[in-house]
């Protein structure tokens, strides 16, 4: 993929077409007093990002096609897969204490809490901070008292898009996905195979920006 | 801005460009069996987009930008001021309890310490609940015990980029930044205008995703 800026003549082309098509290239040049070969490569560029759509004996017309779409494609092929990271998970048994030093040990900002091998829920900093100032005996209270559990728990499948991940995480206002082979059927035991958070978001957003050779 | 997928014979070129520029148009054409006309959008493609540059009476040579270059030129538009969030403050001597209470209530991972209207430090969740299992007395404990003080608080400009954010936050590991009007010198008394989190950058990869018009 390329980025391209358009020129104001191509955004110009983009608007005649727009409103006028569909129009072919020959009335396209008239209207901006230019010969039809100066205007060719800005019709290809036009075309091949698919802003405009050229049909043989009828012209150019506008597709409705927009800028933000194509972001959009580059952005879906970055998989979850490729950017989750290992979960760190605990037993719902365990006390908020044992949670907590867990969390700093592995330097997480949530945790996912399995019965087994099975997703129970999702515990939090919030969760746990909550908790802990709340009064109670955290050596005693099980970490699945301050948990979100199932079947509120926001999941997400390996074969989503990274960008998926993150509307979600916008949405529910979580800081975090536990990662699932597949979409999570409700009332299913599901193994967790990663995780992602707002922290993957971030990095994949630096790596769009980083050299890399095409 | 707009995405471009390079076709394999767009790439073919930069290879041909790459490997034996400078190299006139004909002599690309003729390597790739295609005439000239064939190949002059792929020519102009590669040039707007800064991968080949053209000389007039020497040819096509390769630039040496790369795809990413183009991407972060993109990401480098966006500015901190645009996505910056209200900061939410606290006195340096209100309690561990009361930043906890204030936490909550504006439902931030982080808060911003002043000494009357002037950055001391950063308190984030993590902090508060290290400080909160500790077995101290929180309602006594004063919030400037918990936080990180400047000068180890990584502060942003308002007119830097937000993808200098985000590489400060991946580089630092912190989940947010105080935004100051200007670049923080040493010892120098600020006040903070904004705040970016690893939220705000997920609000933005979000964005760069969504349908907007040209």
Redesign the interface.
């Known amino acids: 993929?390329?980025?391209?800026?358009?020129t104001k003549r191509q955004?110009t082309i983009?608007d005649i077409v727009k409103n006028h098509g569909p129009i072919t290239g020959e009335r396209i040049a008239e209207m901006l007093s230019l010969t039809r070969a100066t205007l060719?490569?800005d019709l290809?560029?036009l075309t091949?990002?698919g802003?405009v759509e050229a049909r043989p004996r009828v012209g150019y017309f506008y597709s409705g096609k927009?800028?933000?779409?194509?972001?959009?494609?580059?952005?879906?092929r970055m998989r979850v897969s490729d950017y989750q990271s290992v979960p760190i998970v605990v037993q719902e048994t365990v006390s908020v204490?044992d949670a907590?030093v867990t969390?700093?040990m592995e330097?997480v900002?949530s945790l996912i809490v399995l019965k087994e091998r099975f997703l129970q829920g999702v515990v939090s900093?919030?969760d746990?901070?909550?908790v802990?100032?709340g009064g109670g005996n955290?050596h005693e209270l099980p970490v699945n008292l301050a948990m979100t559990r199932l079947p509120n728990v926001i999941t997400i499948s390996a074969d989503a898009s990274l960008?998926d991940g993150?509307?979600l995480?916008?949405r529910h206002q979580v800081?975090s996905l536990p990662v699932t082979p597949k979409r999570l059927e409700s009332g299913e035991n599901v193994e967790v195979i990663g995780r992602i958070?707002?922290?993957t978001?971030?990095?994949?957003?630096?790596e769009?920006?980083?050299?890399?050779?095409?």
């Open positions: 993929m390329i980025l391209i800026e358009l955004e983009i060719r490569p290809s560029i091949m990002a802003f927009k800028n933000a779409d194509l972001f959009g494609d580059a952005l879906a204490y907590v969390m700093f330097d900002g900093r919030k746990l901070l909550k802990a100032i955290i960008y993150a509307v995480m916008m800081d958070s707002k922290t978001i971030t990095r994949a957003f630096v769009l920006g980083q050299y890399h050779e095409i």
